[in-house]
């Protein structure tokens, strides 16, 4: 079963930036596109960044610069570099396969960004 677990959240301040990692078990996703989700209350979860088994990269409009997708297949990890934070980067971030998602999400990771 796919365990997905993502950490690295937390309260920053306009302008600041964070680290969120997710780590996988249970499969070794070094062949799938991978992508980092968020969910902001009231909305949608949306894709905001994905980067496939070869390391290509493609981001939502909205992170564009200021985002920065990696992995590390041999530790089964996925990062998300974020930087020049803005309050509507606030919501819950998740990480999970892009297009086809695995059937579990983890419990996701809280980002807040306020002053």
């Known amino acids: 079963q796919v365990q997905l677990v993502e950490s690295g959240g937390g309260l920053v301040q306009p302008g600041g930036s964070l680290r969120l990692s997710c780590a996988a078990s249970?499969?070794?996703?070094?062949?799938?596109?991978m992508g980092w989700y968020r969910q902001a209350p009231g909305k949608q979860r949306e894709l905001v960044a994905r980067?496939?088994?070869?390391?290509?990269?493609n981001y939502a409009d909205s992170v564009k610069g200021r985002f920065t997708i990696s992995r590390d297949n041999a530790k089964n990890t996925v990062n998300l570099q974020m930087n020049s934070l803005k309050a509507e980067d606030t919501a819950v971030y998740y990480c999970?396969?892009?297009?086809?998602?695995?059937?579990?999400w983890g419990q996701g990771t809280q980002v807040t960004v306020s002053s």
């Open positions: 999970n396969r892009f297009p086809i998602n695995y059937p579990s």
């Open positions: 249970g499969v070794s996703f070094r062949a799938d596109t």
């Open positions: 980067i496939t088994s070869g390391g290509s990269t």
